[in-house]
Every structure is written in C-alpha cells, then in structure tokens.
C-alpha cells in the first residue's frame, strides 16, 4: 500500500525558506513521477514542481529559480528546497505520485493534478510579508 507523508512546512517571514520533505511508504522513490502541488484556501490546486525518473525537473513560472526538487531513493523520500519565499507561497503543500507510475514526460511537462492518484496530508506553509 503507498502512503506518503509530508513534514517540513512552518511559518516564515517574506524572504525565508524552508524543506519540505515527502516519505514514501510501499512504492520505490526514482522509478515514477512524483511532484510537488500547493493549494491556497479558496484555489484550486496547482503544481509547483515536477522530477522524473531519471532525475530531470521542470517548475511552475511562479517558483523557478526559488524552489529546486529532488529525490533520495535510498531514503525513500522527495524534498522541496523553497527560498525567498514570498507571501503569495502561502498554501497547504502536498507531494503526489503518477497515478500509473508513468514518467512525467511525454512530448510536454504536465503539471495537472488529474494524473497523480497518490498524495499525502499535507503540510502548510506560510509566509508573513
């Protein structure tokens, strides 16, 4: 059974930055895509950034530069490293797994939550102008 679990989110002031991490139970970390998705109170939820499984990566407009994520297979985990947070990062933060365990590319980087089938709790993170 595949059960994530995200840790890592707090309150910071504009400028701050935080790791998030996502431990991955019952499913091999390196081998599927997994992402990174925030969703603001009153938003739908939008995707921050994706790794593959070879490792590439690709980000949403609105962090790239700021925010890097990655994967350690041997701990099963997936990180997001987020800098000079800004208060519009403000959100509860969610990691995901390709529904299938495809590979996130295929002709163009997806971002749409459709094709993720496993998330975790959650973890907010806010950030104070």
């Known amino acids: 059974q595949v059960q994530l679990v995200e840790s890592g989110g707090g309150s910071v002031q504009s400028g701050g930055s935080l790791r998030l991490t996502c431990q991955v139970f019952g499913y091999t970390v390196g081998t599927a895509c997994m992402a990174w998705f925030r969703q603001a109170p009153g938003k739908e939820r939008e995707g921050v950034a994706l790794i593959d499984s070879d490792s590439t990566t690709s980000y949403a407009d609105s962090v790239k530069g700021r925010f890097t994520i990655s994967q350690d297979n041997a701990k099963y985990t997936l990180y997001l490293q987020m800098n000079t947070l800004k208060p519009s990062d403000t959100a509860m933060y969610y990691c995901?797994?390709?529904?299938?365990?495809?590979?996130?590319?295929?002709?163009?980087?997806?971002?749409?939550?459709?094709?993720?089938?496993?998330w975790g709790q959650g973890t907010q993170v806010t950030v104070s102008s």
């Open positions: 995901g797994l390709h529904r299938r365990f495809y590979d996130c590319y295929s002709g163009s980087w997806d971002m749409s939550p459709v094709r993720f089938g496993y």
